[in-house]
């Protein structure tokens, strides 16, 4: 049987294995564990700390999971409760204004106000601005596709209903006389107006 001379990674002491066996590293069970358990040191990616690992963690890259969670995310102020919240680098990667940025709470409760100043609420569970709720329940039905709610002076979170109008969006398709005509006696039959010719 044909035999190989080989270096132990571990101790440098020359041994002899056969041939077919010419990738061993170490000349026996104990020199391996001691090699790939014999600390190193590393630079913590996050905060430059030197920490030790074993060898056979050469791929970490951070000294605490602290570190690791601070290098993939960070901490920032919820806009609403000021409460910190934590957000992953993905997270901050994705949001274009980390200042409008809300905790899980707030976003989960029942009335809040988004980032254009109108007010949403979840009166039957599924969320609504409250200008189109007040007026659906002003006129006792829901809005059409094509209405939009105005408020009067100006103000998005003032959503009395005196300071809210109804508006139409719809316009006709062209200007021929006859689509004009066909558009309007449409749009007041929708509102239940009826139409005779005299």
């Given at each position: 049987m044909a035999y190989k001379k080989l270096k132990c990674l571990?101790?440098?002491i020359e041994f002899s294995c056969e041939i077919k066996r010419k990738n061993r590293k170490f000349c026996n069970l104990n020199c391996a564990y001691q090699y790939r358990t014999k600390p190193v040191e590393k630079e913590c990616v996050n905060c430059l700390k030197i920490f030790t690992v074993t060898k056979s963690k050469k791929m970490k890259k951070y000294c605490s999971k602290v570190c690791w969670l601070l290098y993939k995310g960070t901490f920032i102020n919820c806009?609403?409760?000021?409460?910190?919240?934590?957000?992953?680098?993905?997270?901050?990667?994705?949001?274009?204004?980390?200042?409008?940025?809300?905790?899980?709470?707030?976003?989960?409760?029942?009335?809040?106000?988004?980032?254009?100043?109108?007010?949403?609420?979840?009166?039957?569970?599924?969320?609504?601005?409250?200008?189109r709720y007040v007026m659906e329940q002003h006129i006792g039905r829901k809005l059409y596709h094509n209405e939009n709610v105005h408020h009067i002076n100006g103000v998005r979170n003032d959503n009395r209903i005196e300071n809210?109008?109804?508006?139409?969006?719809?316009?006709?398709?062209?200007q021929r006389l006859d689509e004009k005509i066909e558009f309007y006696i449409n749009f007041l039959e929708k509102y239940g107006y009826t139409i005779s010719k005299e």
């Open positions: 571990n101790c440098n806009k609403e409760c000021q409460n910190e919240f934590w957000l992953t680098y993905g997270q901050v990667k994705k949001r274009k204004n980390l200042l409008n940025s809300k905790c899980k709470e707030c976003k989960n409760k029942d009335y809040y106000y988004n980032n254009k100043g109108y007010a949403f609420i979840k009166p039957e569970g599924t969320l609504i601005a409250e200008h809210l109008e109804l508006w139409e969006m719809s316009q006709p398709r062209g």
